[in-house]
């Protein structure tokens, strides 16, 4: 899961899809393009969702994304378009392209819409996202495992 500063978005992508898969054979990530927050926890606001949610995410640091990351996993999804094409131009080959992809495309293929970044917004903004996302991990735990 990649955002800009891996503190909002990201890391709520990544709790809530590992929640949803709770399996210890799958991998579950998140990351930032730009490094601004390296070390840090998620957003308070982040957090806060998470937990309402049953989920915790206070133990997450965030840390950027780097081309190894194309090695360690299958799929990478990303919130918004900038992102999206900033991961791409880190891709070595078509292989590693075809594993970015927007996680709105999982609930509007092809749309491909924008998580909004909630950094600025209020408590609202990070409720949308959380309900934005919760959709989206649906689609892809279902992909990525069937049987759970």
């Known amino acids: 899961m990649v ?5 909002c978005r990201s890391p709520l ?9 709770n399996s ?5 990530d998140s990351a930032g393009t730009a490094a601004y927050h390296q070390g840090e926890k998620p957003d308070v606001r982040s957090i806060a969702i998470a937990k309402k949610n049953g989920i915790d995410i206070s133990k997450q640091q965030a840390r950027k994304f780097l081309v190894q990351d194309f090695d ?11 992102n999206y094409k900033n991961v791409l131009k880190l891709a070595r080959n078509e292989v590693e392209k075809s594993k ?12 491909n819409l924008d998580v909004p970044d909630p950094y600025y917004g209020g408590d609202f903004g990070f409720k949308k996202v959380y309900e934005m996302l919760d959709n989206a991990c649906d689609i892809i735990a279902k992909k990525i495992n069937p049987n759970e």
């Not at 992508?13 to 949803?20: C, S």
């Not at 360690?72 to 900038?82: A, K, R, S, T």
């Open 13 to 21: 992508a990544e709790g809530i899809l590992k929640y949803k898969l």
């Open 100 to 111: 970015v992809k927007l996680i709105l495309n999982e609930i509007f293929p092809d749309d």
């Open 72 to 82: 360690e996993f299958d799929y990478i999804y990303v919130m918004d378009n900038l």
């Open 24 to 28: 210890s054979q799958t991998i579950v």
């Open 3 to 7: 955002c800009l500063g891996n503190i």
